[in-house]
T-cell receptor
């Protein structure tokens, strides 16, 4: 199994541009999570899906952020327009539901907004 | 509310034991976890413990849980340079769905 696959690995963009981060979860996993990691705020849960349905998006910072999961093997996190304060490492993780949440993380996307 | 705290740094000598501590506030935790993050990589699950247990051992790793004090620790025996990483504790909460709340992370540095 290739694990959770995220792309791109690194993204450098200018303020105001649209950014799309992609994630392919592990086959057979039915939960998918998007986390953001920064030095200041640590690891924050942005949104998670069960069976492709968004369950909790209370961590999404604002309307500039949106996430979709059109099928069980693909998810996107979009930032439009991007701002310098969005610079962070964005992780996607997947798991098989309950009761023990063994999350498998991707390698992350390092986003720099100039 | 959910709040998970850890000390930021720990430095140990190779061969010594490391003890990483974590405190949490929510008394309805179901499982508690330890994850490891190596530089440039995502988090990797090391071990977990059910909230009704007070100890779990897995090779060089020992997890201790004091539910009364809401205190979790991870002991790494015979610490090696390859153990240098950031260690996160996390909890899942009854009624919280699939969510994990992660701690702030402890940077472990192993010196020769």
């Amino acid at each position: 199994d290739a694990g959770v696959i995220q792309s791109p690995r690194h993204e450098v963009t200018e303020m105001g541009q649209e950014v799309t981060l992609r994630c392919k979860p592990i086959s057979g996993h039915n939960s998918l999570f998007w986390y953001r990691q920064t030095m200041m705020r640590g690891l924050e849960l942005l949104i998670y899906f069960n069976n492709n349905v968004p369950i909790d998006d209370s961590g999404m910072p604002e309307d500039r952020f949106s996430a979709k999961m059109p099928n069980a093997s693909f998810s996107t996190l979009k930032i439009q327009p991007s701002e310098p304060r969005d610079s962070a490492v964005y992780f996607c993780a997947s798991s098989v539901a309950h009761p023990v949440e063994k999350l498998f993380f991707g390698s992350g996307t390092q986003l720099s907004v100039l | 509310g959910e709040d998970v705290e850890q000390s930021l740094f720990l430095s140990v000598r190779e061969g010594d034991s490391s003890v990483i501590n974590c405190t949490y506030t929510d008394s309805s935790s179901t499982y508690l976890y330890w994850y490891k993050q190596e530089p440039g990589a995502g988090l990797q699950l090391l071990t977990y413990i059910f909230s009704n247990m007070d100890m779990k051992q897995d090779q060089r790793l020992t997890v201790l849980l004091n539910k009364k004090d809401k205190h979790l620790s991870l002991r790494i025996a015979d610490t090696q340079t390859g153990d240098s990483a950031i260690y996160f504790c996390a909890e899942s909460i009854e009624g919280g769905g699939n969510k994990l709340t992660f701690g702030t992370g402890t940077q472990l540095k192993v010196e020769l």
